[in-house]
């Protein structure tokens, strides 16, 4: 005979925790369009939730009770909120299709992010110098006159980023080195 906590029905408990407007706290077979947003334990930005012994990701488990079984794939979000749980935003897929869909809805950190990198050179608010400042530093190091160590120094820079400048490894759009 089982003592202790009694059996709860998963549905009911994964809905209490789940905020979707305008609909009754019992029901999860009726669908809103909106995002159905997580309001229990988060981790990793991602919504937890406790089942079978163990902390599962509240949307594949959203997924699960959604279709009646398992995924064999990742669940991906549609939405791109990782808190969102309304199985109409979800879906199957590899870790192929999650990067090609990062990818394409610009959320890479990669050099190929397209539209989301960050703007370069002055256009970026912490830049330290000006893209004057960078062909002047290019041009005084390429006469041979100057010395990395004594060059940084003047213009407040490391060595190390006064060497990368003149060999355009930072402030690559401003051009190539003279020399």
Not at 33 to 60: D, E, P, V
Not at 81 to 96: D, I, K
Not at 134 to 163: D, F
Request: with cysteine.
């Amino acid at each position: 005979m089982r003592t202790g906590r009694p059996v709860e029905n998963v549905q009911v408990r994964f809905r209490e925790k789940v905020d979707i407007v305008g609909l009754p706290p019992a029901s999860y077979t009726r669908l809103s369009t909106n995002c159905h947003l997580w309001m229990g334990s988060i981790r990793n930005k991602y919504g937890q939730f406790w089942l079978g012994g163990t902390n599962r990701g509240a949307h594949t488990v959203a997924f699960e009770l959604f279709h009646g079984r398992r995924s064999r794939l990742l669940v991906l979000h549609r939405c791109d909120r990782t808190t969102c749980v309304n199985p109409e935003h979800l879906f199957e897929g590899t870790n192929s299709d999650n990067m090609t869909d990062m990818t394409a809805k610009g959320r890479s950190k990669g050099k190929k992010n397209g539209p989301k990198n960050p703007p370069r050179g002055e256009r970026n608010h912490l830049h330290k110098m000006t893209e004057a400042q960078i062909v002047e530093i290019r041009l005084k190091y390429a006469t041979g006159n100057y010395q990395q160590r004594p060059l940084a120094k003047e213009y407040g820079l490391s060595q190390a980023t006064l060497g990368a400048i003149v060999r355009c490894e930072t402030w690559k759009h401003v051009g190539k080195s003279i020399s």
